[in-house]
Structure formats: structure tokens, C-alpha cells
């Protein structure tokens, strides 16, 4: 689990190569976890929801979430090409996730596949 999550942001720019299931899953499952955490803590801590503006300290919490949602999303894209290459497939597969319902399904079940002998290593 922890070694999984130290690839995921060791590769954050990596698009070529594979990645596992576990090495998807885990930082995927850890990623939202921690967000959650996070943003109900931050929230706690400020009294009201972290979109509403009120001072210069909300504003700054408010952009450091946008900056880091940015980051984490740019990691979960990668990793996700990674593990589509990991399945044989083309990194374009993504765009499937673009069809509502049946895009979001199929891109699941890509997800979940097991890995083949592949030639993005």
C-alpha cells in the first residue's frame, strides 16, 4: 500500500510506462480518503463550508485546495494512462470516460482488468 502510493507521486509525469492494480487502486482509494479528511478538518477549523470567502485566510486555504486538487489530478492521469498501458491499451482509452454512464462503466471494468504482457515496458 505505502510503496504504492510512493510510485504514484515518484511517477506524477511518468505517461509511459505501467502500472499494476494495486498501484492504481491504492493511491485512487488514499487520494480521496485523505481529501475528505482534509477538507473536514480545514472546514472545522474555519467555521463554514472552504468555498466561502471571507478574509485573506480563506481565500489563501481556497487556492492552496484548488493548487493541490491541480497536482493530485495531474497524478491520477498519469496513473491512469500507466495502468491502461498496463492493460495493453492505449493511453486515448481515457477519452471513453467522456461518454456519460456506459463511458464511466467501461472505463471501471479497464480498471480492473488484469495486467498483460505489454509492450509499454
Same mark, same amino acid.
Request: no cysteine.
Given at each position: 500500500?505505502?510503496?504504492? @502510493?510512493?510510485?504514484?507521486? =515518484? =511517477?506524477?509525469?511518468?505517461?509511459?510506462?505501467?502500472?499494476?492494480?494495486?498501484?492504481?487502486?491504492?493511491? !485512487?482509494?488514499? =487520494? @480521496?480518503?485523505?481529501?475528505?479528511?482534509?477538507?473536514?478538518?480545514?472546514?472545522?477549523?474555519?467555521?463554514?463550508?472552504?468555498?466561502?470567502? @471571507?478574509?485573506?485566510?480563506?481565500?489563501?486555504? =481556497?487556492?492552496?485546495?484548488?493548487?493541490?486538487?491541480?497536482?493530485?489530478?495531474?497524478?491520477?492521469?498519469? !496513473?491512469? !494512462?500507466?495502468?491502461?498501458?498496463?492493460?495493453?491499451?492505449?493511453?486515448? *482509452?481515457?477519452?471513453?470516460?467522456?461518454?456519460? !454512464?456506459?463511458?464511466?462503466?467501461?472505463?471501471?471494468?479497464?480498471?480492473?482488468?488484469?495486467?498483460?504482457?505489454?509492450? *509499454?515496458?
Amino acid at each position: 500500500m505505502i510503496s504504492s @502510493y510512493k510510485k504514484f507521486w =515518484n =511517477n506524477i509525469f511518468n505517461f509511459s510506462s505501467t502500472s499494476s492494480r494495486s498501484d492504481y487502486w491504492w493511491p !485512487v482509494i488514499i =487520494n @480521496y480518503i485523505l481529501s475528505g479528511l482534509i477538507i473536514s478538518i480545514i472546514q472545522k477549523m474555519m467555521g463554514h463550508p472552504i468555498e466561502d470567502i @471571507y478574509n485573506l485566510t480563506d481565500l489563501t486555504a =481556497n487556492w492552496a485546495l484548488y493548487i493541490i486538487s491541480i497536482i493530485v489530478w495531474i497524478g491520477t492521469f498519469t !496513473v491512469k !494512462v500507466r495502468r491502461l498501458h498496463d492493460t495493453d491499451r492505449s493511453g486515448w *482509452w481515457l477519452l471513453i470516460d467522456l461518454i456519460p !454512464v456506459i463511458g464511466t462503466i467501461w472505463f471501471f471494468i479497464l480498471m480492473i482488468l488484469p495486467s498483460k504482457r505489454s509492450r *509499454w515496458n
